[in-house]
């Protein structure tokens, strides 16, 4: 028997990380697995990368806020140098709200960009959009795609869609 | 502790939810609300235009009262998309499982309330088109704005926190609108949420990413929000006008930005679960909690009101103790004696917890304490301009026809975007909300 995908369907999240498990000691391969609502530990179960954009975040966060405040620090100094209040030119306490807010609006976005970008996303069609079974799997099914032997995909149970 | 009412599951949770949108209810009763508010949307808009047309001299402003109505509002507005940051971001990070039925409608009463408050400093500005002149931006004039003040800070402030909202809002969204594609049965239906949607499917390494980054993000807006009405408090704080120079002002502020937040989403919440039949999701359990945060803010702002008592008469400054006898005894102490039963006494009857399960106790208090943020608010800007430091400048200020129509224009701005949003959006979160009935199901 030839190497395909399948799709299989569960009803509840148990009966598909049981799936998991045992197409992975059978020899499956474990392809993806789909949920309505996120299931703590099914990303480490499926053995898909779990990336870690926090650093990225961290990163973009603090360039955020350099680059706030050196664009106070450079005008107020250099660019359009105006005595205000008897306050030096450089009176960086008066900096740092916009710091900050620079700081945290660069790590969003980072932070909204980078699901999009590891997700795949966003993308108009996937191929697994053309079984009708697969809508449910938004609000009601749970899936499980997995490539290897047709039989043992057989044997874990659920109700089978061949792709 | 079970917060969903009845045995659901993800299926019914989405049929449920969706089906507000699939199946609306009231449809007649929504087309007559969305008609009048169109009505006061268009009345802002004549407020606007008149505004243009004519100049700040329509309204009621004078000196010493440089910041009438507008300004009253703009604070006002902002507190109120506080509580929507603070639902979803602040009590998601404190594991509060009863957000979950709530964060999405009150994420959306934030964003329109922020889009409200945005139009109040601009029109403000006297002459609106130039409203460009905040943002940092090479031009011909070699000019550039001034980091010192706080209402540059308010600029960045606002448009950063109406961005992450945004995204905040947004982001929660997608897997809603996926099974929006997913369930609607008309072509266009799908087309249209399935655009929305993103093509979100809802593997695993979809959601693995998404709470990750949901996470970050509260952890993104938790110190933002706190940092906003901050810095709205410093635009009066660092002034030199009695009753604003106080170093209470930002967490004063703070706490009552979210004290007023929650009024308003306990005064949406009541008629939404009931129109559109949702009290398994928002049960009394959910009032209830609201209701004690409703009476912890309270408190934490009655205690900032006798702060600013205390501190005037410690501070033994003639004008301090003047403007803060005035608001007892002057011409607009009507309005503080309303501020005080609204925003004191009022939620101090929720320590009975009978109260607190009172759908019509909970209606009318929240009103109340919405009515007496808005004369807080007129408190701080209005009386202590009017009594500023010498007496010979002091001087009253009245709304004109004209303050009193943006502001009505805005009221009804909100309610029109309300209305669009739960008749198109999925107005609590379903994949949450499944989440949460197969885990308590569990139990």
Same mark, same amino acid.
């Given at each position: 028997?030839?190497?395909?995908?399948?799709?299989?369907?569960?009803?509840?999240?148990?009966?598909?990380?049981?799936?998991?498990?045992?197409?992975?000691?059978?020899?499956?391969?474990?392809?993806?697995?789909?949920?309505?609502?996120?299931?703590?530990?099914?990303?480490?179960?499926?053995?898909?990368?779990?990336?870690?954009?926090?650093?990225?975040?961290?990163?973009?966060?603090?360039?955020?806020?350099?680059?706030?405040?050196?664009?106070?620090?450079?005008?107020?100094?250099?660019?359009?140098?105006?005595?205000?209040?008897?306050?030096?030119?450089?009176?960086?306490?008066?900096?740092?709200?916009?710091?900050?807010?620079?700081?945290?609006?660069?790590?969003?976005?980072?932070?909204?960009?980078?699901?999009?970008?590891?997700?795949?996303?966003?993308?108009?069609?996937?191929?697994?959009?053309?079984?009708?079974?697969?809508?449910?799997?938004?609000?009601?099914?749970?899936?499980?795609?997995?490539?290897?032997?047709?039989?043992?995909?057989?044997?874990?149970?659920?109700?089978?869609?061949?792709? | 502790?079970?917060?969903?009412?009845?045995?659901?599951?993800?299926?019914?949770?989405?049929?449920?939810?969706?089906?507000?949108?699939?199946?609306?209810?009231?449809?007649?009763?929504?087309?007559?609300?969305?008609?009048?508010?169109?009505?006061?949307?268009?009345?802002?808009?004549?407020?606007?235009?008149?505004?243009?047309?004519?100049?700040?001299?329509?309204?009621?402003?004078?000196?010493?009262?440089?910041?009438?109505?507008?300004?009253?509002?703009?604070?006002?507005?902002?507190?109120?998309?506080?509580?929507?940051?603070?639902?979803?971001?602040?009590?998601?990070?404190?594991?509060?499982?009863?957000?979950?039925?709530?964060?999405?409608?009150?994420?959306?009463?934030?964003?329109?309330?922020?889009?409200?408050?945005?139009?109040?400093?601009?029109?403000?500005?006297?002459?609106?088109?130039?409203?460009?002149?905040?943002?940092?931006?090479?031009?011909?004039?070699?000019?550039?704005?001034?980091?010192?003040?706080?209402?540059?800070?308010?600029?960045?402030?606002?448009?950063? $926190? #109406?961005?992450?909202?945004?995204?905040? +809002? /947004?982001? @929660? =969204?997608? %897997?809603?609108?996926?099974?929006?594609? *997913? !369930?609607?049965?008309?072509?266009?239906?799908?087309?249209?949420?399935?655009?929305?949607?993103?093509?979100?499917?809802?593997?695993?390494?979809?959601?693995?990413?998404?709470?990750?980054?949901?996470?970050?993000?509260?952890?993104?807006?938790?110190?933002?929000?706190?940092?906003?009405?901050?810095?709205?408090?410093?635009?009066?704080?660092?002034?030199?006008?009695?009753?604003?120079?106080?170093?209470?002002?930002?967490?004063?502020?703070?706490?009552?930005?979210?004290?007023?937040?929650?009024?308003?989403?306990?005064?949406?919440?009541?008629?939404?679960?009931?129109?559109?039949?949702?009290?398994?999701?928002?049960?009394?359990?959910?009032?209830?909690?609201?209701?004690?945060?409703?009476?912890?803010?309270?408190?934490?702002?009655?205690?900032? $009101? #006798?702060?600013?008592?205390?501190?005037? +008469? /410690?501070? @033994? =400054?003639? %004008?301090?103790?003047?403007?803060?006898? *005035? !608001?007892?005894?002057?011409?607009?102490?009507?309005?503080?004696?309303?501020?005080?039963?609204?925003?004191?006494?009022?939620?101090?009857?929720?320590?009975?917890?009978?109260?607190?399960?009172?759908?019509?106790?909970?209606?009318?208090?929240?009103?109340?304490?919405?009515?007496?943020?808005?004369?807080?608010?007129?408190?701080?800007?209005?009386?202590?301009?009017?009594?500023?430091?010498?007496?010979?400048?002091?001087?009253?200020?009245?709304?004109?026809?004209?303050?009193?129509?943006?502001?009505?224009?805005?009221?009804?701005?909100?309610?029109?975007?309300?209305?669009?949003?739960?008749?198109?959006?999925?107005?609590?979160?379903?994949?949450?909300?499944?989440?949460?009935?197969?885990?308590?199901?569990?139990?």
């Amino acid at each position: 028997m030839s190497e395909r995908s399948w799709l299989l369907q569960f009803p509840d999240q148990e009966l598909l990380l049981e799936a998991v498990d045992r197409a992975r000691e059978t020899g499956l391969k474990v392809l993806d697995a789909y949920a309505p609502y996120p299931i703590e530990g099914l990303q480490q179960r499926v053995g898909g990368p779990v990336t870690r954009t926090s650093w990225l975040i961290f990163l973009a966060g603090l360039s955020g806020a350099a680059l706030g405040f050196a664009l106070c620090s450079w005008s107020a100094v250099w660019a359009y140098p105006f005595q205000i209040g008897g306050t030096p030119l450089f009176s960086w306490p008066a900096f740092l709200p916009i710091t900050f807010e620079c700081g945290v609006l660069l790590a969003a976005l980072t932070a909204f960009v980078s699901v999009f970008a590891q997700a795949g996303l966003p993308r108009y069609h996937h191929p697994l959009f053309d079984f009708e079974a697969f809508r449910a799997a938004s609000y009601n099914g749970f899936f499980l795609q997995v490539r290897g032997d047709y039989e043992a995909a057989r044997q874990l149970g659920g109700v089978f869609h061949a792709e | 502790m079970k917060w969903i009412e009845g045995r659901h599951t993800p299926e019914t949770v989405s049929a449920r939810i969706a089906g507000v949108i699939l199946q609306p209810p009231h449809q007649r009763l929504w087309w007559q609300l969305l008609g009048l508010s169109a009505l006061g949307v268009l009345w802002l808009v004549v407020s606007i235009g008149v505004l243009l047309y004519r100049g700040i001299g329509v309204w009621g402003v004078n000196r010493p009262v440089g910041w009438g109505l507008a300004i009253v509002n703009f604070v006002w507005w902002i507190g109120i998309g506080h509580a929507g940051t603070l639902i979803s971001a602040i009590l998601l990070l404190a594991r509060q499982e009863w957000r979950t039925s709530i964060n999405r409608f009150a994420e959306a009463m934030t964003l329109f309330a922020v889009c409200c408050a945005g139009l109040f400093p601009l029109l403000h500005l006297g002459r609106p088109w130039y409203f460009y002149w905040l943002a940092p931006y090479p031009n011909r004039m070699l000019l550039w704005p001034n980091w010192r003040s706080p209402l540059i800070w308010d600029f960045f402030a606002v448009s950063t $926190y #109406l961005t992450v909202s945004l995204l905040f +809002w /947004y982001l @929660g =969204l997608v %897997p809603d609108l996926a099974v929006m594609r *997913d !369930r609607a049965t008309s072509l266009w239906q799908r087309r249209i949420y399935g655009f929305f949607a993103l093509g979100w499917r809802g593997s695993s390494r979809h959601w693995s990413v998404h709470q990750r980054a949901y996470l970050l993000l509260a952890c993104l807006a938790t110190p933002l929000v706190v940092s906003v009405h901050s810095i709205v408090s410093l635009d009066f704080a660092a002034a030199l006008v009695p009753g604003w120079h106080s170093t209470i002002f930002p967490p004063f502020f703070v706490a009552g930005a979210i004290f007023s937040g929650f009024a308003m989403v306990v005064t949406l919440v009541i008629p939404l679960r009931y129109l559109f039949s949702l009290q398994d999701f928002i049960t009394e359990r959910h009032l209830d909690a609201m209701a004690k945060m409703l009476l912890l803010t309270s408190i934490l702002v009655s205690y900032g $009101y #006798l702060c600013e008592g205390f501190c005037a +008469w /410690y501070s @033994g =400054l003639r %004008p301090e103790i003047s403007t803060a006898l *005035d !608001r007892f005894q002057g011409v607009y102490a009507p309005i503080y004696w309303v501020l005080l039963l609204g925003n004191s006494l009022a939620p101090l009857c929720f320590f009975w917890p009978a109260a607190r399960r009172n759908i019509r106790v909970l209606l009318v208090v929240s009103v109340l304490i919405n009515i007496g943020m808005w004369t807080e608010r007129f408190i701080i800007v209005v009386q202590s301009l009017s009594h500023e430091f010498l007496p010979a400048a002091w001087r009253l200020y009245t709304p004109t026809i004209w303050d009193w129509g943006l502001y009505a224009g805005t009221l009804a701005l909100f309610s029109f975007l309300m209305l669009l949003f739960v008749r198109f959006l999925p107005v609590l979160s379903i994949s949450e909300l499944s989440k949460q009935a197969v885990e308590e199901s569990h139990e």
